[in-house]
């Protein structure tokens, strides 16, 4: 679905993002991982088409990304970034509205009404729809930002070739609603949805992700796939840190501490 | 406090209504409801009024009321406009370089129109100051806008940097004006400085009116489009919205308004920022109920002020502008105060 090709971003005289190649299929959830400042948003940033790469090529669905409107994009790919700043007091319920926003013109039609419920559904957030987002803390922030995007991917019983793009989707929720996110997402990749997620938490991308790249100092350093182990030294090169990998008691994959 | 009560808008046009009859009614001569009625009558059978009450209402009280309604609601939708622009809300229509550049405009007028020679003076008779305003505006926002574009993307802190500098050069040329100009003429620019409706006709009532109805039907199309800005402009984009074009298409229109507007009454402070704050509080901040209601209510507490600058020193007439700016600021303070403590609570975000 999306194909990165010898990829790099320069700003001044540094590359943030040097010569990554990837490719992510329909169906496929890929987690990027790496140490604070490896690259990691700002390729995810070139994969959403808001920021141009310097050199190198990105294909959306076989056409260049670079190449696609604005609104049409909207309808394909949608995004939940790090950080956000919201000027104006607005109601969960109007937020999550946004996600619609593509799809209908001045009014939303009945079906983005039905939507906009069941995606706040997802999130367990409907009890908020009338509070205010300004007074809302940080995980449920979040919930309404997943929540809105998920609108913005829309009507999720049909099969859909659509990218989610998510920059550390659960860096402010509590540990049930960080599984329950991202099991929202591989859900999505059953229906043929795409998703690219940077998370920092090793344990939740073995569980979840189809491969992981590890990214550092601009490099995709290595790569993981479903059928191979995370080894301790790996965790070394990329993170510095000293691992030690079990069994999960239930047999299914490996899970990882620290010391 | 977000979900809007169904009386609102009824409410607010009652309101309206109200404020249009008393402003008509109360002045320097009182106007009954049966004046207007048999003045209208008159009017639409052609014949000239039958009485001074009449008169006055169709040739003076109408007119200035109709013109501070217009004014009113020109300047609070241009408040919703650039709040939601440059994502902040204590931003002003004149925020970048508009009132300042049309204030300039007419300075030049009031101070060197006797060096202009006849030509011009027969050409544009009374629309000479409005003319110039107008330019002014059209200039100063138009060098706001090219600057701060440069040739990437247009950065909202930059531009309203760069607001503040061309505001800065346009009071230091009013300034200069004043300087030079004989104590009449420089009179004449205080006072336009300070905006007055005194002088309302029926001609300055149908510029701005029809500038006002075309460019609100323009905006509102693009209100949705607005709300996502409240996200930030990458999130804006995110969700669809060609935000480069967006802000070109938001900007024209203010500059149209906020210069038609500003060249017939002069500077009128305060309005484009209170109204659009208050009915945020009141109704929250979705661009497609903010805009018509504050349009409502920018014309209904306009027509106050004005009531209030005819009334109060009464036969004497006080520029609306130091009315606006007296209520004005207070009021603003006071929200200010009150945002931040709404902001403060909650904690927990980031």
């Known amino acids: 679905m999306i194909d990165v090709q010898n990829v790099s971003l320069i700003m001044g005289k540094s590359f943030l993002v040097k010569e990554v190649s990837l490719m992510i299929r329909a169906g496929e959830f890929v987690v990027i991982m790496g140490p604070n400042g490896a690259g990691k948003s700002t390729l995810l940033k070139m994969m959403s088409g808001t920021m141009l790469p310097t050199t190198g090529n990105i294909f959306f669905k076989g056409e260049k990304l670079s190449g696609y409107k604005t609104e049409v994009l909207a309808r394909h790919r949608a995004v939940v970034s790090q950080h956000y700043h919201i000027s104006f007091p607005l109601s969960v319920r109007e937020m999550v509205m946004m996600g619609r926003y593509p799809y209908f013109k001045n009014h939303p039609l009945a079906m983005d009404e039905v939507i906009v419920d069941e995606q706040m559904d997802k999130m367990e957030i409907s009890h908020l729809q009338d509070r205010n987002y300004h007074t809302l803390s940080g995980g449920e922030a979040q919930k309404v930002h997943m929540s809105r995007v998920l609108a913005q991917i829309g009507d999720t019983s049909v099969t859909q070739q659509k990218l989610l793009l998510l920059d550390e989707p659960v860096s402010h929720l509590d540990i049930k609603y960080q599984h329950q996110l991202l099991q929202e997402a591989k859900l999505l990749c059953h229906k043929q949805v795409a998703v690219a997620a940077v998370l920092h938490d090793v344990n939740l991308a073995l569980k979840y992700a189809d491969k992981i790249f590890f990214m550092k100092g601009g490099h995709i350093i290595r790569t993981l796939s479903k059928n191979e182990h995370i080894t301790a030294q790996i965790l070394k090169e990329v993170f510095d840190i000293n691992a030690a990998i079990f069994d999960m008691p239930d047999g299914q994959g490996k899970f990882v501490s620290y010391y | ?350």
Not at chain 2, 9 to 38: K, Q
């Open chain 2, 1 to 350: 406090m977000l979900r809007t009560n169904k009386f609102f808008f009824p409410v607010l046009i009652i309101l309206l209504l109200v404020a249009f009859l008393t402003a008509i009614a109360f002045g320097a001569v009182s106007i009954t409801v049966a004046d207007m009625f048999a003045a209208v009558n008159h009017w639409a059978q052609g014949k000239s009024p039958s009485t001074i009450y009449e008169g006055v209402f169709l040739q003076i009280r109408l007119p200035r009321v109709l013109l501070c309604m217009i004014t009113g609601a020109v300047l609070a939708v241009s408040g919703v406009l650039m709040q939601g622009l440059f994502r902040n809300p204590i931003v002003e229509p004149g925020l970048i370089g508009t009132s300042a550049g049309a204030a300039f405009g007419a300075s030049v007028v009031f101070v060197l129109s006797a060096g202009m020679g006849k030509n011009i003076q027969q050409l544009a008779g009374p629309l000479l100051v409005p003319l110039f305003a107008f330019a002014g505006g059209l200039l100063a926002t138009y060098t706001v806008y090219m600057l701060a574009k440069g040739n990437k993307r247009m950065d909202v802190t930059t531009l309203l940097l760069i607001g503040i500098a061309v505001n800065a050069v346009g009071l230091s040329g009013t300034g200069f004006m004043s300087y030079i100009a004989r104590d009449p003429q420089a009179r004449s620019i205080t006072f336009w400085n300070l905006g007055t409706f005194s002088g309302a006709t029926w001609m300055q009532v149908g510029i701005t009116g029809i500038t006002a109805i075309l460019v609100f039907i323009l905006a509102i199309r693009y209100a949705k489009q607005l709300n996502t800005l409240v996200l930030g402009e990458e999130e804006a984009r995110y969700a669809g919205v060609d935000t480069e074009k967006l802000k070109r298409k938001i900007m024209l229109y203010n500059t149209a308004m906020v210069s038609v507007a500003t060249a017939f009454v002069g500077v009128i402070s305060f309005m484009g920022l209170i109204v659009p704050h208050v009915m945020r509080l009141l109704i929250g901040s979705d661009n497609k109920k903010l805009l018509p209601a504050s349009m409502i209510a920018g014309a209904v507490l306009l027509t106050l002020a004005d009531m209030g600058a005819r009334l109060l020193l009464a036969p004497a007439e006080i520029p609306i502008g130091i009315i606006t700016s007296l209520v004005g600021a207070p009021v603003f303070i006071i929200l200010l105060k009150r945002t931040n403590m709404l902001n403060t609570k909650g904690g927990g975000r980031d």
